[in-house]
């Protein structure tokens, strides 16, 4: 079992940053892949970045890429999305998930779920 709690969410002008944290509780956090997902009102829940075990390799979605960076530090259980040059268009609640074995960009193949963090985007 894996319990996640995002924080660092809020309200941010246009080109401005932000970054995420995601705590894990419990003591195999080093054998999930991590992820970040989100959701805009009316549209469905989409995937943004992921990063592996190690943290060695990580991957993203075409529309956060050379903006946002996605990295862990397992030794504090906890996994970040460092979002720079945001967009209104960024405007979501963001979410982090783990599942063990290897990444996805599929919702579905998640685990385990934050309850998730607002991000706010004013133009």
């Known amino acids: 079992q894996v319990q996640l709690v995002e924080s660092g969410g809020g309200l941010v002008q246009a080109g401005g940053y932000l970054r995420l944290s995601c705590a894990a509780s419990?003591?195999?956090?080093?054998?999930?892949?991590m992820a970040w997902f989100r959701e805009a009102p009316g549209k469905e829940r989409i995937f943004v970045a992921a990063?592996?075990?190690?943290?060695?390799?990580?991957f993203y979605a075409d529309s956060v890429k050379g903006r946002f960076t996605i990295s862990r530090d397992n030794a504090k259980n906890t996994v970040y999305l460092q979002m720079n040059s945001l967009k209104p268009e960024d405007a979501a609640v963001y979410s982090c998930?783990?599942?063990?074995?290897?990444?996805?960009?599929?919702?579905?193949?998640?685990?385990?779920w934050g309850q998730g963090t607002q991000v706010t985007v004013s133009s």
């Open positions: 419990g003591r195999t956090f080093s054998c999930y892949y």
């Open positions: 998930a783990a599942r063990p074995g290897y990444g996805s960009v599929s919702a579905t193949s998640y685990n385990y």
């Open positions: 990063v592996s075990w190690s943290g060695g390799s990580t």
